[in-house]
Nanobody, 125 residues
Framework: QVQLVEAGGGLVQAGGSLRLSCAAS????????MGWFRQAPGKDREFVAT????????AYADSVKGRFTISRDNAKSTVYLQMNSLKPEDTAVYYC??????????????????WGQGTQVTVSS
């Protein structure tokens, strides 16, 4: 069983930055694509970003494109989400997710096999 542990959430003013990290307990060859999703109060969980095993393929939701960057370090079994120019509408619980090998990048919540516990990001105006 793979465990994902997120860190880096917090409270930041609009226009500020945060970097989230997600460490996987399993060896990297057991998981493939990883992603970030978020869920705001009263809303469905939504896709934010995804990255393949090599890091060569990434994809973003239109709402975060140009502001957020996903990356990974397979030697550390960790994926990151650098969030810049944060807006109040980015406030949500952010979840890390991973797909079993083989599993390519996906925007779809149900495609992911493993999930972290979530980390709160709050952006004040």
């Amino acid at each position: 069983q793979v465990q994902l542990v997120e860190a880096g959430g917090g409270l930041v003013q609009a226009g500020g930055s945060l970097r989230l990290s997600c460490a996987a307990s399993a060896r990297t060859f057991t998981i493939d694509a990883m992603g970030w999703f978020r869920q705001a109060p009263g809303k469905d969980r939504e896709f934010v970003a995804t990255i393949d095993w090599s890091g060569g393929t990434t994809a973003y939701a239109d709402s975060v494109k140009g502001r957020f960057t996903i990356s990974r370090d397979n030697a550390k079994s960790t994926v990151y989400l650098q969030m810049n120019s944060l807006k109040p509408e980015d406030t949500a619980v952010y979840y890390c997710a991973a797909r079993k090998w083989p599993g390519s990048v996906s925007f779809v919540y149900s495609a992911y096999d493993y999930w972290g516990q979530g980390t709160q990001v709050t952006v004040s105006s």
